[in-house]
């Protein structure tokens, strides 16, 4: 099963514009962390907010979390040519220990330059 | 040079052949993960093992087997039982107790000839 859901599915921006993608899932969580994946490359991790947290920045990144809507987003200022690839959440569900990471269907984002 | 190594990148299989899809690290990371992804999808937990000697079924694991002999290496086998293995698969993994994020290889793409 997957738990989490992204949307949109895909996004095409122009450089400058900033993207936002939303992640939502369905069981209570210990954390979730969004990754980039280059095509046809692996996963390179982003950035990871607690179930205690509600948002969070890195560099151009902002990720919110709203644990009673169980749903994040990720925003990506400023984008670049190079932000080019799919982005997926993933959660890692409780009990606490289990590191069981469950992905979700990502989102495609296309920067035009 | 430190990293996930995952071995061949392309692989055929004949129809009834098992396929072994090697991944090693040299992280000294205790935790390793197989994923499957399909065109466009999202990623799917097949196998997963937190410490040498011992590893989990993930949600997909029929038709798959892993073995976790030594601490850098996490194989998995791709068996006859499968019968549908065209998929990029991606190994990961995760330094320990405590720590979250995952390092993912470059992937292993297998197709059915």
């Known amino acids: 099963s997957q738990q989490g859901e992204e949307d949109p599915q895909a996004l095409s921006i122009q450089e400058g514009e900033n993207a936002t993608m939303n992640c939502s899932y369905k069981?209570?969580?210990?954390?979730l962390q969004w990754y980039r994946q280059n095509s046809g490359r692996g996963l390179v991790h982003l950035i990871l907010i607690r179930s205690n947290e509600r948002e969070k920045h890195s560099g151009r990144l902002r990720v919110t979390l709203d644990t009673s809507k169980k749903s994040s987003s990720l925003l990506i200022t400023a984008s670049r040519a190079a932000d080019t690839a799919s982005y997926f959440c993933a959660t890692d569900a409780p009990p606490s220990g289990t590191y069981k990471y469950i992905f979700g269907t990502g989102t495609r984002l296309k920067v035009l330059a | 040079d430190g990293g996930i190594t995952q071995s061949p990148k392309y692989l055929f299989r004949k129809e009834g052949q098992n396929v072994t899809l090697s991944c090693e690290q040299n992280l000294n990371h205790d935790a390793m993960y197989w994923y499957r992804q399909d065109p466009g999808q999202g990623l799917r937990l097949i196998y997963y093992?937190?410490?040498?000697?011992?590893?989990q079924k993930g949600d997909i694991a029929e038709g798959y087997s892993v073995s976790r002999e030594k601490k850098e290496s996490f194989p998995l086998t791709v068996t006859s039982a499968q019968k549908n293995p065209t998929a990029f698969y991606l190994c990961?993994?995760?330094?320990?107790?405590?720590?979250?994020?995952?390092?993912f290889g470059s992937g292993t793409q297998l197709s059915v000839l």
């Open positions: 990961a993994s995760r330094p320990g107790q405590g720590h979250e994020k995952l390092f």
């Open positions: 069981t209570s969580i210990n954390n």
């Open positions: 093992s937190q410490i040498v000697n011992d590893f």
